[in-house]
């Protein structure tokens, strides 16, 4: 009877220890569930705190990019943010945590409505005075345009008064002549009795042009293309460098004035053919006329 009693005792005592034993499984299994959801959705949540943080950014580069509207406000927000996420990407999650960084996201919220309106504000500004700058534009453009085409007609005008100003010559005729040593000039149209060539011509009256001294330059330039008599040169700043026979500086007064001067010659330079003779006032030329000798 005893080992029977003993027997039962035991049995009890096992099954007891088994009730204990799978109740704390069963506590156990409930409980790392309950932890592993709590995760989860810790997870979940920190998850969805980095996207809308991500959108935060994206609204503000689009505010930014779209409307050129460069705020220091707007710029500090968007670094905010994004240090921010950087911090919540890195963390581990916790519900304080996750409480905290849902109470930064709510006021940085708060802080886009109100810094867009702002942005929409200087947005309306800077359409504002683009129109103006636009408008300023169009009437500087028309002043510039108004100013060129008065640039135009100044140039033209003064071109006129420039080509106005120039002497002009009259008469020119060029002779070979023989010069006596009574100093006696006499003509010949023969290239070997010749010493010289004399060129006669008129500068006409000019009202528009510079009265004074005025340097006259005569160009021979014989059969074979060369030029004789000085052969020599003279610049003229950016308008080149002219090869003479002769030059002869007069007195000018606006009025018309006769002109003649002779030009020397190597006996060599005058040969048969047609001569050609060029008056130049200054750098430009005046008077053309050829003759020929035999």
């Known amino acids: 009877m005893s080992t029977e009693n003993s027997t039962s005792k035991f049995k009890i005592i096992i099954g007891i220890l088994a009730f204990l ?4 499984g069963i506590y156990t299994v409930s409980l790392y569930n309950n932890s592993k959801e709590k995760t989860d959705d810790l997870t979940e949540e920190k998850q ?7 959108l935060l950014i994206v609204d503000y ?5 779209d409307n050129d509207v460069m705020d220091n406000d707007l710029l500090a927000a968007k670094q905010r943010i994004e240090v921010l996420l950087d911090s ?14 849902k109470i930064e996201l709510g006021r940085l919220k708060n802080e886009r409505k109100i810094l867009f309106r ?9 359409q504002s005075l683009t129109l103006e700058r636009d408008s300023t534009q169009v009437v500087l453009n028309e002043t510039y345009r108004v100013v060129d085409s008065v640039e135009v007609k ?3 005008l003064a071109e006129t008064i420039k080509r106005g100003a120039v002497v002009k010559v009259s008469d020119l ?13 006499v003509n010949t149209r023969r290239s070997k009795r010749a010493d010289k060539i004399r060129a006669c011509f008129s500068l006409t009256e000019n009202a528009i042009a510079v009265a004074g001294d005025r340097l006259l330059l005569i160009q021979v330039i014989n059969p074979v293309n060369n030029v004789i008599g000085e052969r020599a040169t003279m610049n003229f700043a950016d308008e080149g460098t002219l090869l003479y026979s002769a030059t002869t500086k007069v007195f000018y007064e606006n009025e018309e004035l006769d ?27 005046v008077a053309t006329t050829t003759m020929t000798l035999k």
């Not at 034993?21 to 704390?24: C, D, G, N, Q, R």
């Not at 969805?48 to 991500?54: A, K, T």
């Not at 702002?118 to 800077?126: G, M, P, R």
């Open 21 to 24: 034993l799978v109740s704390i």
């Open 48 to 54: 969805d705190i980095e996207n809308e943080l991500r």
């Open 61 to 65: 580069d689009q505010v930014i990019q």
């Open 88 to 101: 919540v990407k890195d963390s581990e999650s916790n519900v304080a945590l996750i409480k905290r960084y």
């Open 118 to 126: 702002k942005a929409d504000s200087l947005i309306v500004v800077n």
């Open 154 to 156: 100044n140039i033209a």
């Open 173 to 185: 005729s060029a002779e070979a002549v023989i010069e006596r040593a009574s100093g006696k000039i």
């Open 259 to 285: 002109v003649c001067l002779l030009v020397s010659t190597a006996e060599a330079d005058l040969i048969e053919g047609m001569y050609t003779i060029n008056v130049f006032d200054g750098s430009h030329q």
